[in-house]
Each structure stands twice: as C-alpha cells, then as structure tokens.
Antibody
C-alpha cells in the first residue's frame, strides 16, 4: 500500500531555512488523483495547514506562511519537498506530509511526522 | 481563515456515547459537504475517521459517525472504549485561499 515518509534535520537554527522531503512509496506521485500537502503541529497544539502541490506543479500556500514557504515536486524520485525560511522558535513542532483526493480534500494518508526544533 | 471551534475536552464512561462539536461558518462547515474528522493518539500521526461529513474509510469502526447541522459538524462515538481515548480534530474545505482549515482539537477521556 501507499506510504509517506518524511525526512530532514531535527534541529535548525533561527533565521535559517528548513528543508524537508516526503518520499511516496507504493504508488505514483504523478497519478493526478491527489494533492500532496504539508501540515504542522506545535507541541500540545492543533494542526496547521502549510500548503500543497498538485502533479502539474501548481501550489497553494497558507497565507500566513506564504512569504516563507516553497513546496516542490520531484516526480523522478517520487517525492515532494518543503522549504520554510526565516525560521523562529514558533516554527518548532512536528511536520507531517499528507495526501488528499482532489475532489474532496480530506487527508486520507499521513506520514509518521518529523519533529523539527528551531534553536540556536 | 480562523480555526474551527471544538470543545477542549469531552469525557465518558465505557459503553456510553459521546459527541464532539465542530463549529465554523457559512464559508466552511456550513457551505460545503467536505467535513472530515481525525483521531490522533499521543506521539502518532492523525488517522482519518470520517470524510464528506458522514463517510467512513474502509477499516474504520461503525461506532464512529458524523453529521452536520447548519454551521456545526459533529462526531459521535458510540460504545466508548478505552482505545478511543485520544485527541480528535475536525477539518473543512473552505473555498478560500486556504482550502482546508482544522478545528482546535478535542481531548477525549474514557473514565
């Protein structure tokens, strides 16, 4: 079955850029049936939508993060990536990649999540 | 786009039924049929329980059910079990520049 797996550094310094990758296994990221999204969760808090990308490369970002976020797709490696710049301590939390069907939008498949700590 | 409002906590005894509310607006919950619910155990990723307001993915127990009334969606857990103790989040399509908004989350405690 399809699985998602996040990877990236667990510790990043303030003002630097976070780079995370989500590897999609067991299925093609180019199927055209899904959006591929990033979602984050500060410790003990709720979920926050960061943004998503479609097979065509079109993106959508949370307006509150838009100036700092870039999501890209690498179909040759069957993975998609997140870059978040100008980091502060408020960006600390667990980052999840997730899949959502294009006609309804629920997040039907999630990665296990990766903890990112922003600290000097 | 503001987060959807959920009660911080709900509790119940084993075997009982509980409901969790998720209140939004005409721009999200009340305007579309795309409401979903997620269960999250500590240290784990969220798991999809309900989508399109009332539908259950394959493998999800029929003890979980969803509904809406106006701008409020609800998740009902019947026959409450110890394993249902977790955090629950709702989400809705918004049709705005942020296509999905999440609820504030509800901690369910089984007494």
């Amino acid at each position: 079955q399809v699985q998602l797996q996040e990877s990236g550094p667990g510790l990043v310094k303030p003002s630097q850029t976070l780079s995370l990758t989500c590897l999609v296994s067991g299925g093609s990221i180019s199927s055209g049936h899904y959006y591929w999204s990033w979602i984050r969760q500060p410790a003990g808090k709720g979920l926050e939508y960061i943004g998503r990308i479609y097979t065509s490369g079109s993106t959508n970002y949370n307006p509150s993060l838009k100036s700092r976020v870039t999501i890209s797709l690498d179909t040759s490696k069957n993975q998609f990536s997140l870059k978040l710049g100008s980091l502060t301590a408020a960006d600390t939390g667990v980052y999840y990649c997730a899949r959502s069907p294009i006609y309804s939008g629920e997040f039907d498949l999630w990665g296990q999540g990766t903890l990112v700590t922003v600290s000097s | 786009q503001s987060a959807l409002t959920q009660p911080a906590s709900v509790s119940g005894s084993p075997g009982q039924s509980i409901s969790i509310s998720c209140t939004g607006s005409n721009s999200d919950v009340g305007g579309y049929i795309y409401v979903s619910w997620y269960q999250q155990h500590p240290g784990k990723a969220p798991k999809l329980l309900i989508y399109d307001v009332t539908k259950r993915p394959s493998g999800v127990s029929d003890r979980f059910s969803g509904s809406t009334s106006g701008n409020t969606a609800s998740l009902t857990i019947s026959g409450l079990q110890a394993g249902d103790e977790a955090d629950y989040f709702c989400s809705s399509y918004t049709g705005s520049s942020t296509p999905q908004v999440f609820g504030t989350g509800t901690k369910v405690t089984v007494l």
